[in-house]
């Protein structure tokens, strides 16, 4: 059957049931999968990861009567745009070939994640030359997370000044890297420039991150000891209490010591952060929506069971120091708002419309993918004979070129979130 390539196509999507997802219901991913797939939902099972996209660890298909006949194979997202490469817009198959540039995807975390960085591109080619069974593919993952609940990270390295007062007054990091680093960092100047810090800063961490089991675990335990009695004479701050709640997750592991070094972000639902390539982070708690290159590579160091490539880490990262920036969205009209992240790989747009409002979507030069989040409505594409119900759960990819209008229902508010190319490219 010839299908209309310029039409919007519904796509049923995978998930990725990680250890740190929260549970059965809980899960805002294993409501959407459910709503997606029409699958039960497993109250014992952690469901972390939404995927919308073409990436083989979690491929997008197209839904039930989009591919052909009834009992048609099911056909991939990746394979359908193989086969029909007009669909991504001529400026991106210059860029990217006929590869969808990014990867969407809606996350629930109940437990933190490891301590993780995203090779850049030349790193990425390299790790997956070497180890393919770890480093899936040869891309870089810059990546943005949008706060869909009260949303908790570490990000990027703390300032000099605020390491100062981590190494004053947490005396187990002292301890496990020595008093000669230690030294270093507090005779560090705010006014020094990065070349003079990167390399006490990359000393210091990497030396931490490289210690022996052992060691890490009797200091992580006389921090948690410490910390304990101490809150019975003071309050303990943000980041301390953060730390005891790591220790519970993960005893023993080296990444509870570590998260001193970083900063810790909490973001409103609506707020936004973006991580470029090298940077370390780990999320902590909440639900996103997130977007980022369509890749895979996580290179891990900490707060994991999974495997660990420290002296990879330590080497790659870029060692700046300073808080991220937030982004809060673009008002492009009363009901989008727009991320744009320095990424050419994506923007992410966020509609919400109130009951029984409109909204046309402007047709654009690339592809695009949307989510629906709450809500129901109507979708028109192209014509306005062709109609489609959308609900909670449903997510379509759409073409280049194609322009899409949207009525909210009667119910409630209709929102969504989008992903497409960063316009800047297009």
């Known amino acids: 059957m010839e299908m209309e390539v310029s039409r919007p196509l519904r796509l049923r999507c995978s998930i990725q049931n990680y250890d740190w997802g929260k549970l059965g219901e809980d899960s805002r991913v294993a409501r959407l999968f459910s709503r997606n797939s029409g699958a039960e939902i497993d109250p014992e099972r952690p469901y972390a990861e939404f995927w919308m996209g073409t990436h083989e660890s979690g491929p997008s298909f197209l839904a039930r009567g989009e591919s052909g ?22 400026k991106v198959v210059e860029r990217w070939g006929s590869e969808l540039p990014f990867l969407f995807k ?12 995203h090779p850049d591109k030349e790193l990425a080619g390299m790790l997956h030359k070497m180890r393919p069974s770890i480093y899936k593919d040869p891309n870089q993952k810059p990546e943005m997370a949008i706060a869909l609940t009260d949303f908790k990270a570490l990000c990027g390295f703390v300032s000099i000044e605020e390491l100062k007062d981590v190494l004053a007054g947490v005396p187990e990091i002292v301890e496990l890297v020595g008093d000669e680093d230690a030294s270093k960092v507090l005779n560090a100047k705010e006014q020094d420039g990065y070349a003079e810090v990167k390399p006490i800063l990359q000393s210091i961490f990497t030396k931490l991150m490289s210690a022996n089991k052992e060691a890490v675990s009797e200091l992580v335990s006389k921090l948690k000891c410490r910390l304990n009695v101490e809150n019975k004479i003071r309050k303990l701050t943000e980041k301390e209490q953060l730390v005891l709640l790591l220790e519970q997750q993960y005893p023993a592991d080296v990444g509870v010591i570590s998260a001193f070094f970083f900063n810790y972000v909490k973001l409103s639902p609506g707020e936004a952060l973006y991580i470029g390539a090298n940077e370390p982070h780990a999320y902590i708690s909440g639900d996103c929506i997130e977007c980022m290159a369509t890749s895979d590579n996580v290179v891990r160091a900490g707060l994991t069971p999974k495997y660990r490539d420290v002296q990879t880490l330590c080497s790659m990262l870029t060692y700046k120091q300073g808080f991220p920036e937030i982004l809060r969205g673009t008002p492009l009209n009363h009901y989008i708002s727009r991320y744009t992240p320095p990424f050419d790989e994506f923007e992410v747009d966020c509609c919400s419309l109130l009951p029984q409002e409109s909204l046309v979507f402007p047709a654009l ?62």
């Open 69 to 90: 006949g009834p009992d048609s194979e099911p056909l991939t997202l990746r394979k359908w745009i193989l086969e029909n490469p007009d669909v991504l817009g001529e």
């Open 106 to 117: 809606v996350l629930s975390v109940a437990k933190a994640l490891s301590i993780q960085a």
């Open 365 to 426: 030069a690339g592809p695009s993918i949307f989510v629906v989040v709450a809500g129901e409505g109507r979708m028109q594409m192209g014509s306005a004979v062709d109609e489609a119900t959308v609900m909670e759960g449903h997510v379509y990819f759409v073409p280049a070129n194609g322009e899409i209008g949207l009525t909210a229902g009667t119910a409630g508010p209709l929102q969504l979130y989008r992903a497409g190319v960063n316009s800047r490219v297009l």
